[in-house]
């Protein structure tokens, strides 16, 4: 079946540097995007979200880029935090009349070190 | 605002036994959805309501799972008989309106071992 998958389960980065986080997709009836971000003994907590038709958002230190070409969604994190350590999923929505029935990822640990 | 409520936040049970959770999604929010996490499956939704009513419950695994919302400040998800593949955490997410896009807020989860 169709789902949504990450390229690495695991990334480590140095404070200040920048982070990428990958996820691909393979339901090319899926419009809309999220990234949820969830630390440990807690639940997920969303970041940012993306519509099919941008290519690009921003928000506070972080930016999704969206290519539908090559169905490929990332997270950058900008000067990247200790507190920023945690799961990053991705999710999908197929929309039509499933209205709420998310499709995660498998997650990416990001671990930054001071 | 509290955000989504949940209890317990840990139950350990022997298999065989009936285990309820409960849910309090934020106030004034019409949507509310079940999710089991596993490192095998990672986050699943199982069930989701709209208004205290059951929409989509493909989700859920088996007989053995039920979930009920009688009002629009209460759910639970009850396993009976447990079994130890059951051991996941539950979450319990509630979203404001009917708009596909509409952000879900998830509460601080369940963790259920099942022995």
């Known amino acids: 079946g169709e789902s949504v998958g990450l390229h690495l389960p695991t990334l480590s980065v140095q404070e200040g540097d920048n982070s990428i986080i990958n996820c691909a997709y393979s339901n090319s009836a899926s419009d809309y995007f999220i990234w949820y971000k969830q630390e440990s003994g807690k639940g997920p907590q969303f970041i940012i979200d993306i519509r099919s038709n941008m290519d690009k958002r921003q928000g506070q230190r972080v930016t999704v880029l969206l290519n539908k070409t090559v169905k490929h969604l990332s997270l950058q994190i900008a000067a990247t935090q200790p507190g920023d350590s945690a799961v990053y999923f991705c999710?999908?929505?197929?929309?039509?009349?499933?209205?709420?029935?998310?499709?995660f990822g498998q997650g990416t640990i990001l671990t930054v070190h001071p | 605002d509290a955000g989504v409520i949940q209890s317990p936040r840990h139950e350990v049970t022997e298999m065989g036994q009936e285990v309820t959770l409960r849910c309090k999604p934020i106030?004034?929010?019409?949507?509310l959805f079940w999710y089991r996490q596993t490192m095998m499956r990672g986050l699943e939704l199982l069930i989701y309501f709209n208004n205290n009513v059951p929409i989509d419950d493909s989700g859920m695994p088996e007989d053995r799972f039920s979930a009920k919302m009688p009002n629009a400040s209460f759910s639970t998800l009850k396993i009976q008989p447990s079994e130890p593949r059951d051991s996941a955490v539950y979450f319990c997410?509630?979203?404001?309106?009917?708009?596909?896009?509409?952000?879900?807020?998830f509460g601080p989860g369940t963790r259920l071992t099942v022995l």
């Open positions: 106030s004034g929010h019409d949507y």
């Open positions: 999710a999908e929505n197929a929309g039509g009349t499933s209205y709420g029935k998310l499709t």
């Open positions: 997410a509630s979203s404001l309106t009917g708009q596909r896009t509409d952000t879900q807020y």
